[in-house]
């Protein structure tokens, strides 16, 4: 028989999938293959109190399993708290399709993920993410009703990505009313780095303010059509973390606020779309404290999507999303508020915050 401090002590216990679930309470994850297609992919769900999880399926080429797990364990719980401070009833979860969407992505590989989807009878509703669009969620919804940010012709909502840049524009004034004491960003040298659907249209709200604006792309063919369109100043990645900024708006990939780019940034906030954004949380988080940089923490800031996803849902009704989206302004600054109060890192006060709802709500739903 094996003691249970043997189990403790094994090298497989510590790095086995169920220890990284129990890390942060995560309820399920179904791993999912499929040779005739080449599907690889994983769906994490990590909370279910407010509600069904939702959240996008991303398609990227991880290098390994583990990355791919990994990813899909922080942006599954970064969707419950997500929902959970946008107000919605829905819980947290995600998808990763491990593959390069350029080249591997089809209709039938689409499809056959959309029966893995089927199986888990509601409890998991997927929408767009990184390397996903609505033409594939049309093919995902031949196979399952659990799916959401549909075409607009399919009775969806579209490409939420105006939606969530929307949002990302009032958290960033919302940010700057904290630091400067008005949230006028006219003037302001703003680093959008990340210049897909969600980042153009930060650009193009903060031209329109009359900010100073910096883009970065590893597109660069991209980079160019946006400058052209915008007006925004081109920069280099190895001058990324040189720049002197106002904001810094990471608005691609994760982990970019990190011990590097911390030692190397100038800039008085944080604020951008990208999840993840805090390589470690407890290292960087407090990090950004400790440098005055004011943190507006990914899953607030970004939370348009969701939003806009969700009333699609109920009978989409764009008006309604984006009244609800423009309550993002004023959670932001209850967070800042809570921050200060506490004197932690935001981006604790944040989860502390989400984590109270789902508490409150548990002993509605579970009677304790």
């Known amino acids: 028989m094996i003691e249970i401090q043997d189990i403790k002590k094994s090298p497989l216990a510590e790095n086995s999938v169920i220890a990284q679930m129990t890390l942060h309470n995560h309820e399920q994850v179904v791993f999912c293959n499929d040779n005739a297609t080449g ?6 769900i990590h909370n279910t109190i407010l509600g069904p999880s939702l959240g996008g399926t991303r398609m990227w080429p991880y290098k390994s399993e583990v990355e791919a797990l990994t990813d899909v364990l922080r942006l599954s719980r970064g969707m419950t708290y997500k929902s959970s401070l946008a107000g919605l009833n829905l819980g947290g979860g995600k998808a990763v399709i491990i593959g390069d969407a350029a080249t591997q992505k089809n209709e039938a590989l689409m499809r056959r993920f959309g029966k893995f989807i089927n199986s888990l009878a509601g ?10 669009n609505t033409k594939d969620m049309e093919y995902i919804k031949m196979e399952t009703n ?27 004034k919302a940010s700057a009313k904290e630091k400067w004491g008005n949230d006028s ?3 302001k040298k703003v680093l959008v780095q990340g ?4 980042g153009e249209g930060l650009v193009i709200n903060l031209i329109k303010e009359g900010a100073h604006v910096f883009i970065n792309d590893i597109n660069e063919e991209r980079l160019k059509i946006v400058a052209q369109e915008t007006g925004a100043s081109v920069v280099s990645s190895d001058k990324l973390f040189d720049l002197d900024i106002d904001i810094y708006a990471p608005c691609a990939l994760g982990g970019t606020v990190n011990t590097d780019s911390l030692n190397r940034l100038k800039c008085s906030i944080i604020c951008g779309a990208a999840n993840n954004q805090l390589a470690d949380e407890n290292i960087h988080g407090k990090m950004v404290m400790d440098k005055d940089i004011l943190y507006a923490p990914d899953y607030v800031v970004n939370a348009g999507g969701i939003i806009n996803v969700y009333y699609e849902l109920e009978g989409y009704s764009r008006e309604r999303a984006l009244s609800h989206a423009e309550k993002i302004y004023d959670t932001t600054l209850n967070i800042f508020k809570v921050s200060k109060e506490q004197n932690i890192p935001t981006y604790l006060a944040a989860n502390r915050l989400a984590e109270k709802r789902i508490s409150d709500i548990s002993k509605v739903k579970l009677g304790f």
């Open 39 to 44: 599907l690889k992919a994983i769906i994490a």
């Open 123 to 132: 409890k998991y509703i997927t929408a767009e993410d990184v390397g996903i």
């Open 146 to 172: 659990f799916v959401s940010g549909l075409p607009v012709n399919m009775g969806g909502s579209g490409d939420p990505s105006s939606v969530t840049a929307y949002g990302v524009y009032l958290s960033m």
């Open 185 to 187: 960003l006219s003037g």
């Open 195 to 198: 210049i897909g659907h969600v």
